[in-house]
């Protein structure tokens, strides 16, 4: 059960201890270097219920894509677990599926054959009918049923990303991991792609776990928010309750004057009790 306390209107969390979907406990990571050991993350514990969306916020260098590269299985803990219903990740699988910043498709294919690739490799025995159907389905549900037949070159950055969305969806993955997939766009395709995710996830439910640098972002997309100290040595320093009720109405949320009590904690967080000291 939840230990909160609440402060205002802003529900901090202190960190759950059953048993959960996905289990991330006493997680440190710690690097070699010619000058000896650095401990990127450190005591890091943190439950996520099925289904949920959880973003993750903090300064670079905080451990954020670390921390998610253990969930996906490329990269392992020093110390402590992480655990998918029970079960130790310790390699990438097609029950995480992840979505990059830099889109990562491969540019002499088109948007079809990019996500038919995905498909084709952890459906191989379906049949090609209907692997071709789960392609265009996806494809369609982020708005490019008309450009399946265009290569990466031809595409805008949001068409690129509605791409690599629909890839990471065609294989109905139990978890997604967002790295920070907007924070290339200008700020009207941003909000549209963000529109169209919560839609997706709406309709789907798979879990999330998306970085993003953009709080603004955060509160209109997830049920949770987790605040990340500085590194070295970064570990959650709170999670903030998003308590704004579904399915959102963007408008709505910031008419809402609960909205800024949740947006000035956060910049507080970020810009006062832990403020990024960049002569480090």
Same mark, same amino acid.
């Given at each position: 059960?939840? !230990?909160?306390? &609440?402060?205002?209107?802003?529900? +901090?969390?202190?960190?759950?201890? *059953?048993?959960?979907? @996905?289990?991330? /406990?006493?997680?440190?990571?710690?690097?070699?270097?010619?000058?000896?050991?650095?401990?990127?993350?450190?005591?890091?514990?943190?439950?996520?219920?099925?289904?949920?969306?959880?973003?993750?916020?903090?300064?670079?260098?905080?451990?954020?894509?670390?921390?998610?590269?253990?969930?996906?299985?490329?990269?392992?803990?020093?110390?402590?677990?992480?655990?998918?219903?029970?079960?130790?990740?310790?390699?990438?699988?097609?029950?995480?599926?992840?979505?990059?910043?830099?889109?990562?498709?491969?540019?002499?294919?088109?948007?079809?054959?990019?996500?038919?690739?995905?498909?084709?490799?952890?459906?191989? !025995?379906?049949? &090609?009918?209907?692997?071709?159907? +789960?392609?265009?389905?996806?494809? *369609?549900?982020?708005? @490019?049923?008309? /450009?399946?037949?265009?290569?990466?070159?031809?595409?805008?950055?949001?068409?690129?990303?509605?791409?690599?969305?629909?890839?990471?969806?065609?294989?109905?993955?139990?978890?997604?991991?967002?790295?920070?997939?907007?924070?290339?766009?200008?700020?009207?395709?941003?909000?549209?792609?963000?529109?169209?995710?919560?839609?997706?996830?709406?309709?789907?439910?798979?879990?999330?776990?998306?970085?993003?640098?953009?709080?603004?972002?955060?509160?209109?997309?997830?049920?949770?928010?987790?605040?990340?100290?500085?590194?070295?040595?970064?570990?959650?320093?709170?999670?903030?309750?998003?308590?704004?009720?579904?399915?959102?109405?963007?408008?709505?949320?910031?008419?809402?004057?609960?909205?800024?009590?949740?947006?000035?904690?956060?910049?507080?967080?970020?810009?006062?009790?832990?403020?990024?000291?960049?002569?480090?």
């Amino acid at each position: 059960m939840l !230990k909160q306390v &609440e402060t205002k209107s802003v529900v +901090i969390s202190q960190q759950p201890q *059953a048993k959960s979907f @996905l289990e991330i /406990a006493n997680v440190s990571k710690v690097y070699p270097t010619p000058k000896g050991p650095y401990p990127v993350l450190q005591d890091v514990n943190l439950s996520i219920k099925q289904g949920e969306f959880i973003c993750l916020i903090g300064h670079s260098g905080c451990g954020k894509t670390t921390l998610l590269n253990m969930v996906s299985g490329f990269n392992q803990p020093s110390q402590g677990s992480v655990q998918l219903r029970g079960k130790s990740i310790t390699k990438p699988g097609p029950d995480r599926m992840v979505v990059f910043q830099g889109y990562a498709l491969l540019p002499w294919l088109t948007a079809f054959e990019n996500v038919y690739l995905a498909v084709d490799s952890v459906h191989p !025995k379906k049949l &090609e009918a209907e692997k071709r159907a +789960i392609v265009r389905e996806h494809l *369609a549900m982020v708005g @490019l049923a008309d /450009a399946a037949d265009k290569k990466p070159p031809q595409l805008s950055g949001g068409m690129k990303q509605r791409v690599a969305i629909a890839r990471a969806l065609a294989i109905r993955p139990e978890v997604l991991i967002l790295d920070e997939p907007f924070g290339a766009l200008d700020a009207i395709t941003k909000e549209e792609l963000q529109e169209e995710l919560l839609k997706i996830w709406n309709d789907h439910r798979c879990t999330v776990l998306m970085i993003t640098h953009d709080i603004d972002e955060a509160l209109f997309l997830a049920d949770r928010l987790v605040m990340m100290t500085n590194g070295p040595a970064a570990t959650i320093g709170e999670v903030m309750e998003i308590p704004f009720p579904r399915p959102r109405d963007r408008t709505q949320i910031m008419e809402d004057p609960e909205y800024y009590d949740l947006r000035n904690h956060a910049l507080d967080f970020l810009y006062n009790r832990f403020a990024h000291d960049d002569t480090e």
